[in-house]
């Protein structure tokens, strides 16, 4: 993807904000060795155990 003066600030708002969902910093608040999962939490976000 090319990014140029005239590329709209929303596109550009839109890729930092995917950018900054690739990574996150949490904490393990569930661990299942044998099914090899865990819930982290991240914030005010907990991922869901399936």
């Known amino acids: 993807m090319f990014f140029s ?4 600030s929303y596109q ?10 690739l990574l996150r910093i949490g904490t393990i ?5 044998s099914a090899a999962r865990c819930r982290v939490k991240s914030g005010g ?3 869901e155990v399936a």
């Not at 003066?5 to 709209?8: A, E, H, I, K, V």
């Open 29 to 33: 608040t569930h661990l299942d060795l």
């Open 12 to 21: 550009l708002t839109e890729i930092i904000r995917r950018l900054d969902n």
């Open 45 to 47: 976000l907990s991922t």
């Open 5 to 8: 003066p005239s590329t709209p």
